[in-house]
């Protein structure tokens, strides 16, 4: 398959669902872009993945990453696809202007990430980790650290990457052993080794800054003793040239079941020069503003793998023909009926399609709160803080796992040819699987959200939203055709606060029940939250086909995929229910000794 951007979807969702010229408007420093900036960056990008990035998704993933003592080689076309597109300023348009970014607002700059993902993944890992980078220094970087890489890094002539994991410490970043040791001139001596560092050693630049979490000697244990370090791959001099090689070498690249395209390596350390980034014993800190960064980023995998599967299976079901229709013959003229017309293809598209739109709305939803998070003040950016908080979990864990169930539909819709490679199936389904596990995996996620950002809060980042639905629910109440979306909506709303004090008198008499609801209590959420947003579509589409629109069949489809989420995929939250009130004991009761085989 092709990808080709949908267009007209986003802009459905940038303007007509979530208004972003009201939106930027309420933020004073993006007040100048307006509908028809938005929709230019939108363009150039659908024009520059489906010509020069979608062409290389296959070949990438066949060529792969090669090393050679150090060096990584990245796919034939990759360099020159990179070039162009830093040259076309898509690698600094949400960086600030004082250092040769654009300054335009995070979400506009998601928009465009979600294309480059779509039309290849491997490639939009490299610049990915940059973007992360680039905010991290920008929030936490001194000025003298500001000046010596942002300008270079805005420009994409060199890249960033963020070097959390090690061999022995995967999410638990509070065992790392990574040392940093002062050296009198004010730098220190980085030495550890780091794995599953994407894009840590390629060759689109000609530098690549490291961002290392290490610890200093004498520090606490556990996460408040670890520091954050800037780590060049070469050394800067003082008038802003490349000096001398630093004692970082790439080890080896991973031999992966996707992504193969990106580089995924062993970054070792030895006694590399490092700088100070942000207060000591607070890097993780720090390290959560690329954090957060990365983990919308991989909601939007999530989104793109849905996306691709849909396009991919409704081009096949519309020409691939196998039986007749049991409602009677839809196309005489041919030996068979094309499968789009049977009910089982169509539940495969049509959950593609329901979890690709309405990821995409959650996502671009979550990124209007981060632009809001940056430039917005007071109780608003407050808001926006606690919102970004206890929506980031969920689009992180449901869209990809979301995303991952959609690509596994694509290649079950093409039959015996989604397990060919030529078709593209198969490699979504690789690709994306890797999506549910970086970036703090399902079950990471889903302890986030329960443990620290609800329960955490006693409650409050949930009833901000909680509220915000229930709100949109009395707004809407009193329009009939509406009904079948907002009474369901408004029950499960009024569940969500009910379901979580449950689990937190589960929690008072056993510690493991959070532990034990966290994924089911993720579940519930992401398909409430995806109610929400599928709701609010078609409110917007009623209204279109209220005014007379001349869109009939695009905003029509909106109201029937939402029909379809609500009756088909909604449901789905009863067993999460069942499976939280159940508790922890059918876990938990099993002794260590009793998993035997």
């Not at 003298?144 to 890489?149: D, F, L, S």
């Not at 709303?493 to 994924?519: C, F, S, Y």
Request: charged share 20%; aromatic share 10%.
């Amino acid at each position: 398959m092709q990808y080709k951007a949908p267009l007209r979807d986003m802009k459905f969702v940038a303007h007509e669902l979530l208004n972003m010229v009201e939106h930027y408007q309420s933020l004073s420093v993006y007040q100048e872009v307006e509908e028809d900036i938005i929709d230019s960056y939108i363009e150039a990008a659908a024009n520059f993945a489906q010509k020069e990035l979608a062409p290389l998704n296959r070949s990438g993933d066949e060529e792969g990453c090669v090393f050679d003592n150090g060096v990584v080689t990245t796919p034939t076309g990759f360099k020159e696809a990179y070039k162009q597109y830093c040259e076309l300023g898509f690698i600094s348009m949400a960086a600030e202007e004082e250092f040769g970014g654009q300054g335009m607002p995070f979400s506009l700059s998601t928009i465009v990430n979600e294309i480059v993902g779509s039309a290849n993944w491997s490639f939009s890992m490299y610049p990915g980790l940059s973007h992360g980078a680039i905010q991290t220094i920008e929030h936490h970087g001194t000025d003298e650290q500001k000046q010596t890489y942002l300008e270079k890094m805005v420009t994409g002539e060199w890249s960033g990457t963020m070097c959390l994991t090690e061999a022995h410490a995967g999410s638990d970043l509070g065992i790392i052993r990574t040392k940093a040791e002062p050296n009198e001139d004010g730098s220190y001596r980085i030495t550890g080794q780091k794995i599953f560092i994407s894009a840590g050693e390629h060759d689109m630049t000609d530098n690549i800054v490291h961002i290392v979490l290490a610890r200093l000697p004498g520090a606490p244990s556990g996460t408040k003793g670890i520091s954050l370090f800037i780590v060049p791959k070469v050394l800067v001099n003082a008038d802003g040239s490349l000096g001398e090689p630093n004692h970082v070498t790439c080890g080896s690249i991973e031999h992966k079941m996707g992504i193969k395209a990106s580089a995924t390596c062993v970054m070792n350390f030895d006694a590399a020069t490092g700088y100070l980034i942000g207060p000591e014993n607070r890097g993780l800190n720090c390290m959560f503003t690329f954090m957060n960064v990365a983990r919308i980023g991989t909601a939007v995998q999530g989104l793109t793998a849905s996306e691709i599967a849909f396009q991919g299976s409704l081009e096949y079901a519309k020409e691939r023909l196998a039986m007749r229709s049991l409602a009677g013959t839809k196309a005489p003229d041919k030996v068979a009926d094309p499968i789009i017309v049977h009910p089982a293809v169509r539940n495969m598209l049509l959950t593609e399609k329901a979890f690709a739109e309405g990821g995409r709305a959650l996502v671009y939803y979550l990124s209007q709160f981060a632009d809001t998070v940056a430039k917005g003040s007071g109780d608003e950016q407050k808001f926006a803080d606690q919102m970004l908080s206890l929506l980031t979990p969920i689009a992180k864990a449901f869209l990809t796992e979301t995303g991952y169930e959609a690509a596994n539909h694509g290649v079950q819709v093409y039959g015996g040819h989604g397990y060919i490679s030529e078709w593209g199936m198969e490699q979504n389904v690789r690709d994306t699987r890797i999506a549910c596990l970086y970036e703090g995996t399902t079950e990471i996620q889903s302890l986030d959200l329960l443990g620290r950002k609800v329960l955490g809060s006693q409650g409050k980042m949930l009833a901000n939203f909680t509220k915000v639905i229930h709100q949109f629910c009395e707004q809407h109440q009193e329009t009939d055709a509406l009904g079948q979306f907002i009474r369901p909506l408004a029950k499960l709303n009024k569940e969500w606060g009910d379901l979580t004090t449950r689990i937190g008198m589960q929690a008072t008499q056993n510690p493991d029940a959070v532990g034990a609801a966290a994924v089911d209590y993720m579940y519930f959420s992401g398909y409430v939250t995806l109610a929400y947003l599928w709701a609010r579509m078609a409110v917007v589409a009623h209204e279109a086909l209220e005014n007379q629109s001349s869109e009939r069949d695009f905003y029509e489809a909106k109201i029937k995929t939402a029909q379809f989420y609500f009756s088909k995929l909604l449901p789905r939250t009863r067993t999460y229910v069942a499976r939280i009130d159940a508790g922890a004991e059918p876990y938990m009761s099993m002794k260590v000794n009793q998993f035997a085989f």
